[in-house]
């Protein structure tokens, strides 16, 4: 089993930045894969930043060059950097972790972004 805690979401005004965080907890050895995902009302949840085997990271091109992951082992934490934050970042935001022992969501945190 794995547990996930998201925090760090909020209402920031166009342009701002807001840092998301991922406290897991549970069987940490076995996740293979650790990422945020994120999904507004009436659509698919999307892949936003991954990270696979703890090394290649991978962005959707709609936040390449703003938004960051980041990974601290000894605190099992895994950061999402938003920066230049625009309207269409809007939803809420998800970490998710995928190893042998299965496929975890966190329960998500909304963020906002007003114009």
């Known amino acids: 089993q794995v547990q996930l805690v998201e925090s760090g979401g909020g209402l920031v005004q166009a342009g701002g930045s807001l840092r998301l965080s991922c406290a897991a907890s549970?069987?940490?050895?076995?996740?293979?894969?650790l990422g945020w995902y994120r999904q507004t009302p009436g659509k698919q949840r999307e892949s936003v930043a991954v990270?696979?085997?703890?090394?290649?990271?991978t962005y959707v091109d709609s936040v390449k060059g703003r938004f960051t992951l980041s990974r601290n082992n000894a605190k099992n934490t895994v950061y999402l950097q938003m920066n230049s934050l625009k309207p269409d970042d809007t939803a809420v935001y998800y970490c998710?972790?995928?190893?042998?022992?299965?496929?975890?969501w966190g329960q998500g945190t909304q963020v906002t972004v007003s114009s």
């Open positions: 998710r972790a995928i190893g042998r022992v299965g496929d975890y």
């Open positions: 549970g069987s940490i050895s076995s996740i293979d894969v």
């Open positions: 990270i696979a085997s703890g090394i290649r990271i």
